[in-house]
């Protein structure tokens, strides 16, 4: 059974910084992309970042530079570093999982609130 848990959300102030992680269990991790996404309050989900098996990285274009996705195939985790937050930056993320085998893979969410 896969299994992918978020951890590392919580309140922030804005400008703050945060680092969330993935932590895969039941799949060959090595081989997996691996991504974040995001959703707002009455928005739809939105890709935030992904990061390939050979360590490929991609970001929504309004987030570059503000994230940085990284893996530890070792750890089997992905991490999400997070800097210069601000109150949109508000969301519940989740972590997706897209394995070898083309199936994808949802955890259940870690909650990011950035405000004052």
């Known amino acids: 059974q896969v299994q992918l848990v978020e951890s590392g959300g919580g309140l922030v102030q804005p400008g703050g910084s945060l680092r969330l992680s993935c932590a895969a269990s039941?799949?060959?991790?090595?081989?997996?992309?691996i991504a974040w996404y995001r959703q707002a309050p009455g928005k739809e989900r939105e890709m935030v970042a992904s990061?390939?098996?050979?360590?490929?990285?991609t970001y929504a274009d309004s987030l570059k530079g503000q994230f940085t996705i990284s893996r530890d195939n070792a750890k089997a985790t992905v991490y999400l570093q997070m800097n210069s937050l601000g109150p949109e930056d508000t969301a519940v993320y989740y972590c997706?999982?897209?394995?070898?085998?083309?199936?994808?893979?949802w955890g259940q969410g870690t909650q990011v609130t950035v405000s004052s």
């Open positions: 990061i390939n098996s050979g360590g490929r990285t």
């Open positions: 039941g799949i060959t991790f090595s081989r997996a992309i």
């Open positions: 997706n999982a897209l394995s070898m085998w083309g199936q994808a893979y």
